[in-house]
């Protein structure tokens, strides 16, 4: 099993809709989730940390955290095109040294 | 701040040749990390290091890679001999620690390309 598992997509959804992503991990000892956004030939960048379950608002983000499921997801409200990307959910394992681990990402897809 | 500084942007080179992809972390962050990404292999970490020792390695794909870090605002990855299958976005990242809450900031990439 990998450690942090997302599903590659494409994801479409139509401008104006809401985009969920998600992603679960293997180590129950994680504390802390990161979701990076990369837009094609760039490179990834933060946008959401969670750590507590529930959810976490910023924007249109809102971070969901379910530990006891072990899983994290990405909501996207009011999609744009320019939402448009890959969304890469990071997680710190502990039996990593607490490294960051990253999924393989989801592609997103907002069509206008 | 400047954020991760990475060069060159693009590089192509002719197998068997050196490469050496340099990075400058953002001021303050005391762990350096090296990560590859690839289409098949997704965002992979190769090396990283805290205070400018080499820490886990384990991600380095073999012998031919290589990486130092002289000082706190240098670091260096170099391939020597360089192969077709190195062809990819090399990545480095710079961060306060490891642990709850510290997330990773990356540079721009090198974009690798061995012919």
């Known amino acids: 099993q990998k450690e942090v598992e997302q599903n590659s997509g494409p994801l479409s959804v139509p401008e104006g809709a809401i985009a969920s992503l998600n992603c679960t991990y293997s180590d129950r000892g994680s504390q802390s989730f990161f979701w990076y956004r990369q837009y094609s030939g760039k490179s990834p960048e933060l946008i959401m940390f969670i750590y507590s379950n529930g959810d976490k608002e910023d924007g249109r983000f809102t971070a969901q955290l379910n530990k006891a499921s072990q899983y994290v997801s990405l909501l996207i409200r009011d999609s744009q095109p320019s939402d448009s990307a890959t969304y890469l959910c990071a997680v710190n394992i502990a039996e990593y040294g607490n490294k960051l681990v990253f999924g393989a990402g989801t592609i997103l897809r907002v069509k206008s | 701040d400047a954020g991760v500084i990475q060069s060159p942007r693009h590089e192509v080179t002719e197998m068997g040749q050196e490469v050496t992809l340099r990075c400058k972390p953002i001021?303050?962050?005391?762990?350096l990390f090296w990560y590859r990404q690839t289409m098949m292999r997704g965002l992979e970490l190769l090396i990283y290091?805290?205070?400018?020792?080499?820490i886990d390695d384990s991600g380095m794909p073999e012998d031919r890679f290589s990486a130092k870090m002289p000082n706190a605002s240098f670091s260096t990855l170099k391939i020597q001999p360089s192969e077709p299958r190195d062809s990819a976005v090399y990545f480095c990242?710079?961060?306060?620690?490891?642990?709850w809450g510290y997330g990773y900031t990356f540079g721009s990439g090198t974009r690798l390309t061995v012919v």
């Open positions: 290091f805290n205070n400018n020792v080499p």
């Open positions: 001021s303050g962050h005391d762990y």
């Open positions: 990242a710079s961060s306060r620690g490891t642990g």
